[in-house]
């Protein structure tokens, strides 16, 4: 068997520039802290080492140490991340790769002078995700020949555009995309941003794989580069294989007999082997080493290893964990994948905040591919729940959930990573705005359930139908005239409040709202206020219910008669005039009439002629009836006494001067 392996196979320079960089700071300044913007590569045997050296790896300049260096990985980073890192006062060390650096430059000039910019590649890669950072307007991005033109470009397609590629962009797709635009009329700057070295990359795997009889790919099985080179290389040969390591590829034969067969009976005479940009030498080598030694490779095939096959549940240590993607070590040769959707249901989940490096997880095998094992918490909490969802169906159980997500036609509760999506109409006994319900907690039913289409339907109207039900049941048993009871004011009206008792209505009449007068409700209070009551009336058979804020101990008459005794002289302000006489308030809730008789000794047509609203005068008590709440006051008998007063010691001063 002959092993051929591609020549630029392994590190591009932009990844071999960046680890150099970042190995040579460590061994410079041993002991001091440095981390990596993102990982340094898409290689988990790297990127530990690193850590073991001192490396740690950073997702948002919020993580970086004031001081701290902040090595720049080859992908780059916006121009918005920079300025951010700056004033975090880091030392910044750009090891980003040239090429992209020159993207960066076009997209900064460009976008400057007024042109759109359309980018070609993955959008969730972080490369054209720094790309994006450059540009001061919106981007397009287009991830293959398939996709259509973006509509902007379609509904202007004379404004100039400039156009760039992803570094690692397949160089046939890119052509196709071109020409693409070139049938129609856009007005296209066309920039080949594409790497000269991946270009040859590729092109060397390809014609490679079109020369052996089994190919196989190196790298990480989250790296957007190697799977670029797996998918061209497959096109060519049929029997390509994309794996991490020689520990990987045993894996993959193990699992794929047919092809081992291939091995052993001799139809396979020639081996190509390519590899990703982040791929270390050695991995190259061992992989090398092991097609060569066949013998012993077989002897390691062989080995007793779990078998795994999809709706197995195995535990798995998390070795590394991004924004979108966790990777578990389940015990096998490969590690496995679960993406952010297979982790939770609820799309809000961040899960660098969940999940840590080292954790351990319980996990479902959803698929088991030829070179990948993909792995699930959410299917297996689903079905783990599920049993639970049919009980409380059939039985009627009311949970609880917090409303995550809500639209016009209804509301979606993640229970036990399980949607349940309640319309509109059953969120509430009145009409709701579903957006009001985010992120609280809510009880409801299950209605219907359709397990093989994912779906379940919940209702909380009847819920909450059962609840006031309830409570107004025990609120009727409380009922009777003169109780006190604590209600919430539901609605107001210009004569009156309606009052929740917890299940039941009452009405609060304006005159019974307070024991001074109220021309208005709004006046003293607003709905959601909560109020203390007495019963003035209950109706059983109609359940009308008449209330009071008006509660005795509170009235402002109880002992009046002992602070405004008749003869006093007190102090009160003028509150209204009648044709009759002026009202004076001696306390709130409290007041007096002073006769127009009673104003002053000289005849007064007008009481306005004499006081003024919101004077304070002093008075005389001169009559008090508790039991019809009236008091008499006089002005004019406090004005005679202070006369009489004045003319006493007039006379008194008098005597005095003629004695001396």
């Known amino acids: 068997m002959k092993i051929r392996v591609a020549e630029t196979a392994g590190f591009c320079f932009g990844v071999r520039n960046a680890l150099g960089i970042t190995e040579k700071e460590l061994a410079e300044h041993p002991g001091e802290p440095l981390c990596t913007y993102g990982p340094l590569i898409h290689n988990q045997d790297v ?27 080859a992908h780059g980073i916006g121009k918005g991340v920079y300025e951010e890192l700056r004033q975090r006062g880091v030392v910044l060390i750009d090891a980003t790769c040239p090429f992209v650096k020159k993207i960066h430059r076009i997209v900064e000039e460009h976008s400057a002078a007024g042109e759109a910019i359309l980018i070609l590649g993955n959008p969730e890669h972080p490369e054209v995700q720094g790309i994006v950072g450059w540009s001061s307007r919106p981007c397009m991005i287009m991830e293959g020949p398939d996709d259509p033109i973006p509509e902007y470009l379609q509904d202007h397609p004379a404004d100039r555009c400039c156009l760039v590629a992803q570094t690692t962009f397949h160089q046939e797709n890119f052509q196709k ?41 190196l790298g990480g099985m989250h790296s957007s580069n190697t799977r670029k080179l797996y998918d061209i290389c497959r096109e060519r040969c049929p029997h390509t294989c994309h794996v991490e390591n020689a520990a990987g590829l045993l894996e993959f034969l193990r699992k794929n007999e047919p092809i081992w067969e291939l091995f052993t009976s001799g139809k396979f005479q ?149 949607r349940v999506f309640i319309p509109a109409s059953l969120l509430d006994i009145h009409k709701i705005d579903p957006k009001s319900l985010l992120g609280e907690e809510v009880s409801f039913r299950i209605i219907r359930m359709q397990k093989k289409r994912g779906r379940i339907m919940g209702d909380r109207r009847s819920v909450m139908f059962d609840e006031r039900n309830a409570k107004r049941e025990e609120t009727l048993k409380k ?45 003293v209070l607003k709905v959601g206020d909560t109020v203390q009551v007495m019963v003035k009336a209950f109706d059983p058979e109609t359940r ?58 000289k005849f007064v047509k007008n009481p306005a002629d004499i006081l003024e609203l919101g004077q304070v005068v002093k008075v005389k008590v001169i009559d008090l009836n508790m039991e019809q709440k009236r008091i008499s006051l006089s002005l004019r008998d406090v004005k005679d006494e202070e006369e009489e007063v004045q003319e006493t010691e007039l006379v008194e001063d008098d005597s005095q001067q003629e004695e001396e």
């Open 47 to 73: 990127i530990k080492t690193l850590e073991e050296k001192g490396a740690r790896v950073i997702r948002s300049p919020q993580e970086a140490r004031p001081g701290e260096r902040v090595v720049i990985r």
């Open 270 to 418: 020639h081996v190509g082997i390519t590899a990703g940009a982040s791929t270390p030498n050695y991995i190259i080598q061992e992989v090398v080493q092991a097609m060569s030694e066949m013998n012993t490779f077989e002897e390691m095939l062989n080995e007793s290893f779990k078998g795994v096959h999809s709706g197995d549940i195995v535990k798995g240590t998390v070795v590394s964990v991004t924004d979108n993607e966790i990777v578990l070590n389940i015990g096998y040769k490969s590690d496995a994948l679960m993406n952010k959707e297979e982790y939770s249901a609820d799309p809000s989940v961040v899960l660098t905040e969940e999940v840590k490096v080292d954790d351990e997880l319980e996990v479902m095998v959803a698929k088991v591919g030829d070179s990948d094992i993909l792995v699930s918490r959410k299917r297996l909490l689903q079905n783990q729940a599920y049993k639970e969802l049919e009980e409380a169906l059939e039985n009627r159980t009311v949970l609880t959930g917090k409303v995550a997500e809500a639209f016009e036609n209804g509301a979606v509760i993640f229970y036990q990573n399980n």
């Open 544 to 601: 009308r219910i008449s209330l009071s804020a008006k509660l005795p101990e509170n009235n402002p008459w109880n002992n009046v008669d002992e602070k405004y005794p008749v003869g006093s002289v007190v102090e009160g302000k003028v509150v209204r005039f009648a044709d009759f006489g002026a009202f004076v308030s001696l306390e709130r809730g409290v007041d007096g009439l002073i006769h127009i008789s009673q104003l002053s000794n």
């Open 177 to 217: 995309i071109v020409e693409k635009f070139s049938k129609q009329e856009y007005n296209l700057c066309v920039c080949p941003t594409i790497c000269s070295a991946t270009a040859e990359h590729q092109q060397e795997a390809v014609t490679l794989a079109g020369e052996v009889d089994f190919m196989i790919v």
């Open 479 to 523: 009922l009777e005239v003169g109780a006190r009871m604590t209600g919430t004011v539901k609605n107001l009206t210009n004569y009156c409040a309606f009052v929740d008792l917890g299940g039941i209505d009452g009405m609060l009449h304006v005159t019974e709202m307070s024991w001074s007068p109220v021309r208005n409700p709004n006046q």
